[in-house]
């Protein structure tokens, strides 16, 4: 195998596809990164979960395929000092690595015994711009389960119907949903839930653009393409939860805050709540104003924040860092706040519900009578 490419290419193809290189495993080969040189040089991480393969532009000469220790290939690359790299891997599998005036030799493995990545059975893809699906991720993955006990709720249900994608995560204390609303019909209904460990790799790689990301659901496996990088993982079974069943509707008290307003003074009477202190935020929501303090060993809090509406003085608890996710995940400036009572959820909405886009529930805590 013989090539040359650019050195900042291959610098971030190693570091993209190193993400999902095993750390331990009994194929030794799956802690090095696979390097295949045809038409383009492809680099694959693997570690029987979840696959990453990053294709970069090269000058090959000669085709093959090796597998390079990831953390020294990458320190190598990363400071060789000229623009251009060279990589020539011999038969007995020495790396002659090179680029201006530094040279290193090291020792690879044979690529024989790697593992093939799934093929994923899917005919049409779906795409959606890189933008949307990275906001569709990072705006529900913070509530997806940690709780092993039910898998299926460790990972983020897609849901594709004609006229939109929507994306929800839950964790038994709140809910997360986003939704994207394509100009154009995607003619497909389905579903999935794909873990968050593979969903945040593809966050990381999705860029803040309109470029188009591809996804091939298939029947055990899931297929990203995103630019130069593919990414293939497998889909949790299982029966998620019927959020539509559990996201209050028609609720009486609807409220209007400014998010950023709120997140502010939730912050500030958050500030004496900590991991090993913990204790509610006791909300009130009265006339054009909503009431937030809390107490604890530490001390004691309380702040206000106007809002539009009138909430008839209702009291309700919940605690503080499930609210500011939730705002923080809010992509509006302006956020309508709904409940039924007081020991009802608390659901944050757009305020234009033409375009329901968004949805976070957050359900109540008791609260100590004073």
Known sequence: MKFTCEKTQLVSAISVASRTVAQKSAISGL??????????????????????TVSVDADVQENGACIMPARLFFDIVRKLPDDTVSIQVDENFKVSIKGGISSFTITALSADDYPELPDVDSEKGIRVPQCELKAMISGTIFAVSENQARPIH??????????????????????????????????????FVAPAAALKEVEKILGDTEDPATFYPGSKHILFTI?????????????????????????PVKLVGNVSQLTDSIERVGLIVSEKVKSPVRCVFGDNV????????????????SIAGNGNELEIGFQCRYLLDALRAVPDEEVTLEMQNGVSPLVFTPCDKSKPTFAYMVLPVRLRTN
């Open 290 to 305: 909503a009431d937030f303090r809390t107490a604890n060993t530490i001390g004691s809090a309380h702040d206000t924040c």
């Open 31 to 52: 802690e090095g990164i696979l390097v295949r040189a045809g038409v383009k040089v492809m680099l694959t991480g693997y570690n029987l979960e979840t696959g990453i």
């Open 227 to 251: 630019g130069d990088a593919t990414l293939v993982c497998r889909i949790l079974e299982g029966e998620f939860l019927d959020w539509r069943r559990v996201l209050p509707q028609n609720n």
């Open 154 to 191: 460790t990972g983020i249900l897609f849901e594709v119907d004609n006229d939109s994608i929507t994306s929800v995560a839950v964790d038994g204390y709140r809910l997360a949903l986003r939704r994207y609303l394509p100009e154009e019909s995607l003619e497909r209904t389905l579903k």
